[in-house]
C-alpha cells in the first residue's frame, strides 16, 4: 500500500500543479462542488450515527456511521480518540464502542478521516451519552444524626401535586426494601402545601406505621409528586411523619403505652424513609374496610382516633411503592452496591436503579429469581434446619440470624446483640424461593465490636442474633447483604419479562 | 410442638375474643375484646395446651398454657404488632424499657432477655411475628422451642 501509494501521491501532485495553472479551485480540499482528481482521496461527510445516542452504562456496542466518502482507510475518531473502524460501503462504517465509553455523560464528536493523498476529516457529529432517567444515588453513611451504621441514603424530591415549582429535595431518607411506600418527617417538607387524603366520611386519613423495635412513627397521610431521577409518581399517597402530631397515636397501634414514637430526625436516624419492597401498597386488603381492625390507618373526627377504612387505589388511597405508581420502569428495583473491604469503609456509594429488564442498566442477567410468599417471605436452610420467615432488607443494618447459643455464644463483649467471633467467621446457607429456586450464599462475619470503633459507617461483615431459640430464628439479610451485588426486587402482580410464577413478587441476585 | 397422637380439638366459633395473659392463669381475660375477637381453638399437647386465636384482621395469637393453667408462653403472627400490654401484662415493662435502651441495630429484631422472661419481635411491615415466655413457668420436660 504504502509504496503504491507513495508512487501515486508524486503524480497526482504533479498533476495539480499543471492543473493549478488553468483551474486553481480544482486542487486542494474543501469545495464539495468540484469532483477530486483521479487518485486523490475524496473528503468524507457524516450524515448520521445509529445510535445517535446513548445512556450511561450502556452496555459495549456497535456504532455504525452513514456518509459519503468513506473508504477501506478511512479512520475513525470518538471523542478523539481513535477507534478501529470497519468498512462496511462507501456509505457506512462501524466501530465498536466499550463500556467505557459509554461511561460517562457529554456529547462525544464522531469524526471520520480519509488519508492523503487528498483526504482529510470529515464533519464532526456529537453521539450525545446521556444520564439514564432510571438511577439515583445511594450512599451509605452514618446519616443526619452521624450514628447509623449501614444507612443506606438517597435523595427524593416531593412537589405539591401538579407543581413543578413548589418542590423540596429531601436528603437522608433511608432506602428500605423492607416496606411500602414514602415517609417523610415534617420538617423536611414544612414549605410545601400538600393536601390531605381523605376517607370515605371525608375526614383526613392518618396513618400509624409500627417497627419491630416497637417505637411507631404516626401522622397525616398526603398528596405528593414524587420525583426520583427522571421517574415521577403524581398525586401519590405518602405519610408525613409529624414531629408535632395534631392527635396522639392510638392506643390499638402504640405497642406499649409509653412506647418511644420515631416522629424525629433522632429517633429515626434519617429524614424519611423510601419503601421499595415487593407490594403495591403498605397495608392491602387488610385496611380497606374497617371492620377488618387492621390498626394502620385512622381518621380522628371530633379528635378521636378511629380505624379507617382507606382503599388500596393509587390515587386518594393507601400510602404505595412509588415505583409501583411509575409510567415505566415500575416493575421494581435493582440495588446496586460496591463491595466493602473487611474491616469495613469510612462511606460507601451505590444505584438504586428502577425497573427490571426495561432498559440497558436494569437487565436480570444471570441472577437468579427468588418467589417470595404472601408474607414476601422465603426460605432459608442452615445445618439442616428450615428457617422460612427470612428475608432481604436494605433497611436492616446487618445479617440478623440465627442466636448466640446456636452459634457457640458469639455475643459481643461491648455491643449487646452483635456478633463477636474471634476470627472472621463464614456461614454458607442455602436459599429456596416460592417458585423452586435454590441457591447456595455464603457470607462473613466479623467481630462486631472491632467494626464499631472504626466510626466507619459502611460493614460488610456484621451481624447480630434474630432469636432466641431455633423456634424463632430467621435470616434477615440486610445492608452487608447488598454489598458486591445487584440485588433486585421484584413487584407483585407486574411483569418482568422472563419471570413467572412469582404471584407475591421476588428477590433476584 | 408436638401434640399427642390423641389431639384434644375444640372449635369455639364465635365465642368472647379473649387471651390470657403472659404469667398469669388461664382464666385471665384481656380487657379489650376490640380487635382479637376470633375463633378460639384450643389443643392439647405433650405437658401443655395451647389456645390458638385467629381473628378476622389476620392475626393469629397462640398462648401456651401449664398443666395447671397458667400462661407461660405466648406467640404472635400478624398484619400488625398486637398491643404488648394485652398480651404480656406485667412483661410488658421490660420491652418498654428495653425498646427504650436500643442502640445500633437498626430494622433488625428486636430481642429481650430479662430476668425469667425472653421476647423476640420480628419480620417486616405487613407481617409481624414473635413470641415471649417465662422460663420458670416451662411445664416439666416441655421446652421453649414450643412457643413459636
Redesign the interface.
Known amino acids: 500500500m504504502r509504496l503504491k501509494r507513495y508512487s501515486v501521491v508524486p503524480l497526482a501532485g504533479l498533476l495539480c500543479v499543471a492543473a493549478s495553472l488553468f483551474f486553481v479551485a480544482s486542487c486542494g480540499g474543501g469545495n464539495s462542488n468540484s469532483s477530486p482528481p483521479p487518485n486523490s482521496n475524496p473528503v468524507p461527510s457524516i450524515t448520521s450515527l445509529s445510535p445517535a445516542s446513548a445512556t450511561v452504562g450502556a452496555p459495549a456496542q456497535t456504532l455504525t456511521i452513514a456518509g459519503t466518502n468513506f473508504l477501506s482507510s478511512s479512520t475513525v475518531t470518538y471523542n478523539a480518540v481513535a477507534h478501529t473502524a470497519t468498512y462496511v460501503s462507501s456509505t457506512q462504517l462501524t466501530v465498536p464502542l466499550s463500556a467505557a465509553d459509554l461511561a460517562t455523560a457529554g456529547s462525544f464528536p464522531v469524526v471520520v478521516t480519509n488519508p492523503a493523498p487528498g483526504g482529510g476529516a470529515s464533519n464532526s457529529v456529537n453521539l450525545t451519552v446521556s444520564a439514564p432517567k432510571n438511577v439515583v444515588t445511594l450512599d451509605v453513611n452514618l446519616g443526619p444524626t452521624n450514628d ?4 443506606l441514603f438517597a435523595s427524593v424530591e416531593v412537589c405539591e401535586p401538579g407543581s413543578s415549582t413548589n418542590c423540596t429535595t429531601v436528603p437522608d431518607v433511608l432506602v ?1 426494601t ?3 411506600g414514602l415517609r417523610l418527617l415534617s420538617g423536611a417538607v414544612s414549605g410545601l402545601t400538600l393536601p390531605a387524603v381523605t376517607d370515605a366520611s371525608g375526614n383526613d386519613v392518618q396513618e400509624c ?7 411507631y412513627v404516626w401522622g397525616p397521610v398526603v398528596q405528593a409528586d414524587i420525583h426520583l431521577s427522571g421517574e415521577s409518581a403524581s398525586s401519590a399517597s405518602i405519610q408525613i411523619i409529624s414531629e408535632s402530631p395534631q392527635y396522639p397515636a392510638p ?10 414514637d420515631s416522629n424525629s430526625v433522632s429517633a429515626l ?1 434519617a429524614n424519611g424513609i423510601l ?1 421499595v ?1 415487593n ?1 403495591p401498597q ?3 386488603s ?1 385496611c380497606t374496610a374497617a ?6 390507618y385512622f381518621s380522628c373526627p371530633s379528635g378521636n382516633c378511629q ?1 379507617t377504612s382507606v382503599p388500596t387505589t393509587s390515587t386518594q388511597g393507601q400510602v404505595w411503592n412509588p415505583v409501583a405508581l411509575f409510567s415505566q420502569d415500575n416493575n421494581g428495583v435493582l440495588v446496586s452496591l460496591p463491595s466493602v473491604a473487611a474491616g469495613g469503609a469510612a462511606t460507601a456509594s451505590g444505584l438504586l436503579i428502577f425497573g427490571i429488564g426495561t432498559q440497558t442498566n436494569n437487565a436480570l442477567g444471570s441472577a437468579q429469581v427468588y418467589g417470595v410468599t404472601d ?3 422465603f426460605t432459608t436452610t442452615y445445618n439442616g434446619t428450615q428457617y422460612s ?1 427470612s ?1 432481604i ?1 436494605s ?4 445479617y ?1 440470624f440465627l442466636d448466640s447459643a446456636t452459634l457457640g455464644n458469639l455475643d459481643c463483649p461491648d ?1 449487646t ?2 456478633y463477636c467471633p474471634a476470627a472472621t467467621e463464614s456461614f454458607t446457607v442455602t436459599n429456596t424461593g416460592t417458585n423452586g429456586t435454590t441457591g447456595s450464599l455464603t457470607f462473613s462475619i466479623e467481630n462486631a465490636d472491632n467494626l ?1 470503633n472504626t466510626g466507619y459507617a459502611a460493614f460488610n461483615d456484621l451481624g ?9 430464628d ?1 435470616f ?1 439479610f ?1 445492608v452487608p447483604f447488598f454489598y458486591d451485588r445487584n440485588v433486585f426486587v421484584g413487584i407483585a402482580g407486574q411483569t418482568v419479562t422472563g419471570v413467572t410464577n412469582v404471584p407475591y413478587g421476588f428477590w433476584a441476585f | 410442638m408436638k401434640i399427642t397422637s390423641g389431639v384434644l380439638l375444640i372449635l369455639t366459633l364465635g365465642a368472647a375474643p379473649a387471651w390470657a395473659v403472659l404469667g398469669e392463669y388461664e382464666s385471665s381475660v384481656s380487657l379489650d375484646q ?2 382479637m ?1 376470633g375463633e378460639d381453638r384450643v389443643i392439647s399437647a405433650q405437658g401443655y395446651r395451647l389456645h390458638q386465636i385467629t ?4 392475626a393469629v395469637v397462640t398462648e401456651y398454657v401449664t398443666p395447671e393453667g397458667k400462661v407461660f408462653g405466648v406467640s404472635w403472627r400478624a ?7 394485652q398480651l404480656l401484662g406485667s412483661y ?2 421490660p ?2 424499657q428495653a ?2 435502651a ?10 429481650v ?1 430479662a430476668n425469667d422472661f ?14 415471649a415466655y417465662v422460663p420458670s413457668l416451662l411445664p416439666k420436660n416441655v421446652s ?5
Open positions: 447509623y451504621d449501614n444507612g428500605d423492607g416496606s411500602y406505621v409500627q417497627f419491630i423495635s416497637m417505637a392506643s390499638s397501634c402504640v405497642p406499649t403505652s409509653n412506647a418511644q436516624g419503601g419492597a407490594f403498605d397495608c392491602g387488610g371492620s377488618n381492625g387492621v390498626p394502620q380505624i408474607q414476601a417471605y420467615d428475608f432488607d433497611g436492616s443494618n446487618a440478623f455491643n446483640g452483635w464499631f447480630g442474633d434474630s432469636g432466641t431459640s431455633p423456634s424463632t430467621y434477615d440486610g | 376490640k380487635y375477637r381473628s378476622p384482621n389476620g398484619p400488625f404488632i398486637p398491643n404488648m400490654e410488658a415493662t420491652v418498654e425498646a427504650r436500643q442502640t445500633r441495630r437498626r430494622g433488625g429484631p428486636f430481642i432477655r425472653v421476647f423476640v419481635s420480628g419480620g417486616h411491615m405487613r407481617a409481624f411475628h414473635g413470641s421453649a422451642e414450643v412457643v413459636r
